[in-house]
């Protein structure tokens, strides 16, 4: 089914939102990423440790804390965290959109895919 005008869906590699755009109308179903920068990077074994150290890092905190993306960057890399941020981000913007996670920003749940400068992510309750 081609998708109609107002759809929206996340891409696979950074997580933001993709709303439909005509020249996709044939292959909606298909669209998995946003830009050609995302469909050549893709996801790796660093995208997948760094969901991973996110949901590690909020499992051992209590009920309704957060984290800052930094840290698990830090526990991927601890030497050279930096680099990871924007890929920490988009880890946990994956996550938000498969339900597990909630971005924050002054202790109010944001979207993903248009908020800008510090966050905070911390687990569903409904989980």
Excluded: F
Excluded at 16 to 26: F, S
Excluded at 32 to 56: F, H, M, N, P
Aim: proline share 5%.
């Amino acid at each position: 089914m081609a998708g109609r005008p107002g759809d929206e869906k996340s891409c696979t590699v950074c997580g933001r939102t993709m709303t439909w755009r005509r020249k996709w109308a044939r292959n909606w179903d298909d669209v998995k990423y946003c830009s050609d920068a995302c469909r050549k990077r893709g996801t790796s074994g660093v995208d997948t440790a760094l969901e991973q150290a996110i949901l590690d890092l909020l499992g051992a905190r209590a009920h309704g804390a957060t984290i800052c993306p930094s840290e698990a960057a830090r526990r991927v890399a601890p030497d050279d965290w930096r680099p990871l941020m924007e890929r920490a981000r988009s880890a946990a913007r994956r996550l938000v959109v498969s339900g597990t996670l909630e971005m924050t920003q002054s202790g109010h749940a944001v979207d993903p895919s248009t908020a800008r400068g510090p966050v905070r992510l911390r687990l569903l309750t409904n989980r």
